[in-house]
Every structure is written in C-alpha cells, then in structure tokens.
C-alpha cells in the first residue's frame, strides 16, 4: 500500500512539474499576412506629434476641427477619442486580399444604419447577432465589400471588420467574438503611432512592373522583409525602417547606397544657405547595419523642440 501511494505521490509530482503546453492564440491579423498596416488614430490625434500635423494642416485648410466634429456627429463615433487600433492587412499584394479591422470603442454610431446608402447594398443576419452587409466597390467596378460591426465580448468595444470576400469577413466576425482572440500575435500597448510588416516585395516590385509601373526597383528585389515603426517617446519622434535582405553581401551594398545617398544630401544641402533645414534633416537620420548581418536600419531620432525648428526652417524655403 505505501508503494502504491508513494508511486502515485511521484506520478503526481512529475505531471505537475511537466510544462503545460498553451494554445495558440488567435489572432484577427494571421500571422502569413505579407503585410501589415497598424495605427491608432485616436492615439496619433491626441499625441504631441499629431498636434504638430494638425497645426501644418490648419495652415492649409483652417476648417479642419470643424470638419472632423462634423465627420464626427455624422457617423455617431467621436474619432478623436474612440477610433482605436485600426490595422490593414493583406495575406497578399492584390486588393482581394486586403482586409481591415478598426476598434471603434463603446458604439457602432450611425455606421450601421448609413451603410444603406450604399450603392447595390445587400446584407444578411449572421450567428443571429451580426448584419454583415455587402456593397459595391466604390470605383463603381464589380467588385463587392463585405463589412460587419461586431461587439467584442468582455469589453465596451465593438470592431468594425471588412473584407472583399465574405467568408474571410465572418471569419473576422467569428474570431472577433471570440473572447480570447488578439488583433495581433504581439499586443504591445506603447508609444507607437504607427506600425508596419512587409514580406514578399521582390513579388511587389515584379507586379508593379507588369502592371505597367517600369521596370522593378533594384533594391526592392533584394529586401525579404520590412518593418517600419513611428513613435512618440515623450519629447521626441522617433521613426525606425529595418530591411532584412536576401543575404549579407546583399545587405552591405543596400547599407552602402543609404549611406553614400544620405551623405550626397547633406553635401547639396550645405552648398545652398537655403537648404540647411535640409542637412539638418539628414543629421538626425542613422543608417546602421552590422558585418556579417542581413538587416540595414535607418533610424529618425527628433526631440519635438528641434522639430518645430526644422518645420519653420522649411517654411522659410517655401
């Protein structure tokens, strides 16, 4: 009997030690997207920097407050504060594949109820819970918008999710319903503004040339993947671009072209008085890359003071 009961107190003991295996999470965004496109307007309008574009665009056109409270009362939602994470993205380059998903905070507004203007709408109830509704392209082409505006259980947020194809749009719905679901397999909630992936660009360079853009970019054939990144870290911008290449060899000669054309700019800059602004520009720009590596970096690092510097040197070249 003591066998026993030891034999058992040790089964025990080693079934609890053993690592418990975690599910995958699931995510809205999957992970084979070939790009991704995150941002939070909300975020952006209320940041230092966003103030800063909001200034530069008052300048242009002084209604611009007026028009966003308009926009505002118009689709029920305020974007100044309730538009959160909002992420494009595409499990390829051609717009069948493209797909969005924008959290729009406590209410759907009057989103639901203005898409029946839309050119040739349609719409069908789904899971009993949801109207996913359908619309024409707006290029007036043949092509169908499917969109849903489900609630995310758990929370006071509701997720505005579109697609060109409808079972990709209740897929988006189903996931969304899910309490456990992420936007992303990495939530990270800090000082980005906006964030981007890109994989495949030799296959984005070779459909641009055979849809008539010229001949592919040298450069982009060589880049296997990207990831751009824009954050406010307090007193300053800082906006980071790596590009992983196809091998080392490959990445020293990019780095070299970044270099020798950011040293090209500040040369011309400093021969003209009235480019300063410009070489000053070029001097807050680090390209990077280490021997041996496939990634080259090029890093913007700007306290908010030198940027208003810098914004009124250009306006002065104007």
Aim: a negative charge.
């Amino acid at each position: 009997m003591k066998r026993w009961i030891s034999s058992t107190m040790v089964a025990a003991t080693l079934a609890l030690s053993m690592p418990t295996l975690a599910a995958e999470p699931v995510t809205l965004v999957p992970e084979d997207a070939r790009f991704t496109l995150v941002t939070n307007p909300s975020k952006l309008l209320n940041s230092r920097l966003g103030g800063t574009i909001l200034d530069l665009i008052r300048k242009e056109e002084p209604q611009v407050d007026e028009m966003i409270d308009e926009l505002s009362n118009t689709v029920g939602i305020d974007l100044r504060k309730s538009l959160g994470k909002t992420i494009l993205f595409g499990t390829g380059y051609d717009h069948d594949h493209f797909a969005l998903v924008s959290d729009i905070g406590p209410t759907s507004g009057n989103i639901n109820g203005l898409l029946l203007t839309a050119p040739g709408y349609q719409s069908d109830v789904y899971r009993e819970k949801v109207i996913i509704h359908s619309m024409q392209e707006g290029n007036g082409g043949n092509k169908r918008v499917y969109c849903a505006i489900p609630k995310r259980p758990g929370t006071e947020s509701y997720y505005l999710v579109a697609s060109f194809n409808p079972e990709k749009t209740r897929a988006m719905v189903d996931k969304t319903l899910d309490e456990n679901a992420q936007l992303t397999p990495a939530d990270a909630d800090d000082g980005t503004l906006i964030e981007a992936w890109f994989t495949g660009l030799p296959e984005l360079a070779r459909m641009a040339d055979h849809n008539g853009g010229g001949p592919p970019s040298a450069v982009a054939g060589m880049v296997q993947k990207a990831h751009l990144s824009l954050k406010d870290s307090g007193d300053s911008v800082v906006s980071e671009l790596t590009m992983t290449m196809t091998d080392d060899l490959r990445a020293q000669q990019v780095f070299e072209l970044l270099r020798g054309g950011l040293a090209m700019l500040q040369l011309a800059a400093t021969a003209e008085p009235e480019a300063q602004p410009l070489a000053e520009l070029g001097r807050m720009i680090n390209i990077q890359h280490a021997p041996d590596d496939t990634d080259v970096t090029a890093r913007f690092d700007c306290t908010y003071d030198r940027l208003d510097q810098l914004i009124e040197s250009l306006d002065g070249m104007n």
